[in-house]
């Protein structure tokens, strides 16, 4: 498959739009995927409602404006800055000019950031913004959920339709986050965190042997179009600061990094020649870029390097490992740990959330839920009380390599130790011998974790381990962990999540088989599929798709229209 949407079916079917909404100060426009039912689905209820209308059904969007990877090759130029104009209106951000940019930042370090609004009852554009998202596939579906919920559904759009001044509230308690710098104005806001549809990272980057800008946009352009809500550039190679520029310039979501490979890079491969004032500087180039959230490994001590002693794996976290040796080499404290005022002050400069790394996550099932995993939390948690003094939106990022029957304890942990901030975790993978298969083994972890209240779940492709991810592996990632989400907000009650599997059931039992690739979570591949495995019936040249059906059972065992029959 080289490309989203070639399809004509799909184009026809499936159709990016915005949604015009009024905000206090500012008109918002939602991103959302339409889908057309067909009529022959339709329940009577929704036909008369609607009369000559199609009924639509709209999905939430996270692919900005994009609608194939051809938009690609306007990549310098770089995607509208929709948050342009509503900085104009925050009195605290000063705007510099820098050669050819313009950066933004806090007045004489004034805090700008969402929770230093959120706990003044300021509400922002972006919580606006994310209010209005989070409800869009409810309040632009409402005749579905009342022909779902029937005399229900007044109860239930009340309780799913998500207020502004919630997430004002939730953002100044630190339970929600929205990762948007100041700098990266073409950011289409979201918020993580409780109360809201599970999220998903995928992470990009070059390594030192492989890709190179042009690769890196097209996976975060491949990301976002399958689904991910942010991107973290995990670059590590040659290019670090360009490729980042292009992936901010050309990004609808929040985009993440972990400052401290730029750090490495900069002082040339070797952690023991990394300073404390090289990782500053590195910190403020990046925020002034518009990165809307960093990893930072503060919570790794020096007291924990004899916990990881024990353990079959060691550290597999880069950033941990890097920390580590910079620990081991100097015998000092973290430098991130002992500068955390001064990280959190720059932070609340640009407003960068903060994701604090989990250094020592478990790389193996045998080093699962350890004394040094768990040492680490708990210092990230007193990072994340004295961030929050300083208006600092935080996040906590989690393991790892994870047995099932472990898994559930790491989340209740974590809600007790950090006050229900939001948990943002990397699989966890529950087992180590599915080598190629990782986005699988991780994504049973993801939607057990997901389902249990994780905010945030960090993709995993099938090269974990063994290589670089490719678009493809993109592309697979994400979709993957797409499914883990979905699955976690339908445990979650979401109605918004269970009415898509109900429009799903009735397409599915009318043979509506267009309905069904539309609303699936890859329609490509899931057409794709159906065409190579199934005789299609051509009519003036084109494929139709009618079969009451499929190869799976055949025409004489199919249970589908057996009990239809038998009605
Ligand atoms: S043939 Fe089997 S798999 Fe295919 S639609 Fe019928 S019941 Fe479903």
């Known amino acids: 498959m080289n490309n989203f ?20 100060e500012f008109p918002f426009l939602i991103p959302v995927k339409k889908i057309k039912i067909n009529e022959n689905i339709i329940p009577e209820e929704i036909k ?67 929770r230093y609004y959120a706990k003044k009852g300021i509400i922002t554009p972006e919580m606006e913004y994310v209010a209005y998202r989070e ?31 919630w997430i004002c509230k939730q953002v100044a308690e630190g339970k929600i986050i929205i990762p948007a710098n100041i700098n990266h104005l073409e950011l289409e806001p979201m ?75 900069k002082a040339g491969g070797n952690p023991e020649d990394i300073s404390w004032e090289l990782y500053r500087d590195i910190l403020i180039q990046q925020a002034e870029q518009g990165v809307d959230y960093f990893t930072i490994h503060a919570g790794l001590l020096e007291k ?14 880069r950033g941990g490992a890097i920390i580590a040796r910079w620990m081991k080499k100097h015998k000092q404290e973290n430098f991130t740990y002992t500068h955390w005022n001064e990280i959190c002050e720059i932070l609340a400069t640009y407003d960068v959330a903060v994701s604090i790394g989990d250094g020592l996550r478990p790389g193996c099932i045998y080093d699962a839920n350890d004394e040094a995993q768990f040492a680490e939390l708990k210092i990230q948690s007193e990072l994340a009380k004295r961030a929050g003094n300083f208006d600092v939106q935080v996040m906590h990022e989690g393991p790892g390599h994870i047995p099932m029957n472990k898994i559930l304890d790491n989340i209740e942990i ?56 490719d678009r493809e592996d993109v592309r697979e990632g994400v979709i993957t962990y797409r499914i883990s989400a979905h699955a976690s907000d339908i445990a979650k009650g979401l ?8 429009l799903m059931a009735l397409a599915r039992v009318k043979f509506s088989w267009e309905d069904q690739f539309a609303l699936a979570l890859d329609p490509e591949k899931s057409l794709k599929m159906f065409m190579e495995s199934n005789p299609c019936i051509k009519e003036n040249g084109k494929d139709k798709i009618n079969q009451n059906y499929c190869t799976m059972c055949g025409p004489k065992f199919c249970a589908m229209k057996l009990s239809k029959t038998n009605e």
């Not at 005399?151 to 207020?163: D, L």
């Not at 924990?304 to 976290?317: C, F, M, Q």
């Open 5 to 24: 949407i070639k399809s004509d079916i799909l184009k026809t079917k499936i159709q990016k739009e915005y949604v015009n909404i009024n905000g206090r």
């Open 48 to 114: 008369n409602k609607c009369l000559s209308k199609t009924p639509e059904y709209y999905i939430y969007d996270t692919a900005g404006p994009y609608e194939s990877i051809e938009a690609l090759t306007n990549f310098q130029i770089g995607i509208p800055k929709i948050r342009e104009e509503w900085m104009k209106l925050r009195e605290q951000v000063q705007s510099i000019q820098k050669g050819n940019k313009t950066i933004r930042k806090g007045k004489h370090g004034e805090r700008v950031t969402q």
């Open 135 to 165: 409800s869009i596939e409810i309040t632009q579906n409402k005749i579905w959920v009342e022909w779902l919920w029937k005399e229900k559904s007044k109860e239930i759009i009340e309780k799913a339709v998500i207020s502004p001044e």
């Open 191 to 265: 918020g993580i965190g409780q109360g809201l549809r599970t999220k998903i990272n995928a992470n990009i980057g070059n390594s030192s042997i492989r890709s190179g800008i042009k690769e890196e946009i097209e996976k975060m352009i491949w990301a976002v179009m399958c689904g991910a809500d942010t991107v973290m550039d995990l670059s590590t190679g040659e290019e670090i600061e360009s490729i980042r520029e292009a992936i901010i310039r050309n990004s609808p979501v929040p985009i993440g990094t972990v400052p401290i490979y730029e750090v490495l890079e």
């Open 304 to 317: 924990h390097l004899p916990l990881v002693e024990k353990r079959l794996a060691g550290i597999v976290s």
């Open 414 to 469: 974590q809600k007790d130790l950090c006050n229900s901030a939001p948990f943002y975790t990397l699989g966890p993978v529950v087992t180590d011998i599915a080598t190629g298969y990782d986005h699988i083994s991780s994504a049973i972890g993801a939607t057990l974790i997901g389902s249990a209240g994780t905010a945030m779940l960090c993709y995993v492709t099938p090269k974990e381990h063994i290589g670089l991810p």
């Open 495 to 502: 109605p918004s999540a269970f009415l898509r599997d109900c």
